[in-house]
T-cell receptor, first 112, second 113 residues
Framework: QKEVEQNSGPLSVPEGAIASLNCTYS??????FFWYRQYSGKSPELIMS????GDKEDGRFTAQLNKASQYVSLLIRDSQPSDSATYLC????????????FGQGTILTVHP | DTAVSQTPKYLVTQMGNDKSIKCEQN?????MYWYKQDSKKFLKIMFS???????INETVPNRFSPKSPDKAHLNLHINSLELGDSAVYFC????????????FGSGTRLTVV
């Protein structure tokens, strides 16, 4: 079983729609959860972090965490073509303390 | 500019050669990392240093040797390069080894021919 799993996609949504990205993790002791955005040929860029159950909103982005279900999600409202990228879920803490473990990433395409 | 900077950005070399990648951060972070991203975009940690001390050493061939002369610098030396070493190598830094997200460098695309 992979430590952090994401649907690799591609996920295609129309401009203005809500994009929903999902991630599950296997280490129940994980404590910190992150979403990175990576444009083609560029480095990963941190867009959201979440540490406790519930929702966290930042602009058009909402991260959701459910530790009981070992599930993290990222919602992107009013999706724009500039949101087209690979979104990486990353998890830290638990037995992997001191390092971020990444999922394989979900490719998101927002079409006009 | 405050950043994590890596050099070189591109590296093309022949099998069997030895090469180095350098990384520097001016963010005041005390922990630095090397990650390898394969052709399927999967990012996997290789090494982590905290204040010049090696704290994470994943299952990486001995041909890879990191060096941290101070907490702002982390270099990666690779001996006897193999075709399978072709990947993008990212340096990253964070404030502590705790729960904070990383800041990544721009990456070094290594191609072994």
């Amino acid at each position: 079983q992979k430590e952090v799993e994401q649907n690799s996609g591609p996920l295609s949504v129309p401009e203005g729609a809500i994009a929903s990205l999902n991630c599950t993790y296997s280490d129940r002791g994980s404590q910190s959860f992150f979403w990175y955005r990576q444009y083609s040929g560029k480095s990963p860029e941190l867009i959201m972090s979440i540490y406790s159950n519930g929702d966290k909103e930042d602009g058009r982005f909402t991260a959701q965490l459910n530790k009981a279900s070992q599930y993290v999600s990222l919602l992107i409202r009013d999706s724009q073509p500039s949101d087209s990228a690979t979104y990486l879920c990353a998890v830290a803490g638990g037995t992997s303390y001191g390092k971020l473990t990444f999922g394989q990433g979900t490719i998101l395409t927002v079409h006009p | 500019d405050t950043a994590v900077s890596q050099t070189p950005k591109y590296l093309v070399t022949q099998m069997g050669n030895d090469k180095s990648i350098k990384c520097e951060q001016n963010l005041g972070h005390d922990t630095m990392y090397w990650y390898k991203q394969d052709s399927k975009k999967f990012l996997k940690i290789m090494f982590s240093y905290n204040n010049k001390e090696l704290i994470i050493n994943e299952t990486v061939p001995n041909r890879f040797s990191p060096k941290s002369p101070d907490k702002a610098h982390l270099n990666l030396h690779i001996n006897s390069l193999e075709l399978g070493d072709s990947a993008v190598y990212f340096c990253a830094s964070s404030q502590t080894t705790g729960p904070y997200g990383y800041t990544f460098g721009s990456g070094t695309r290594l191609t072994v021919v």
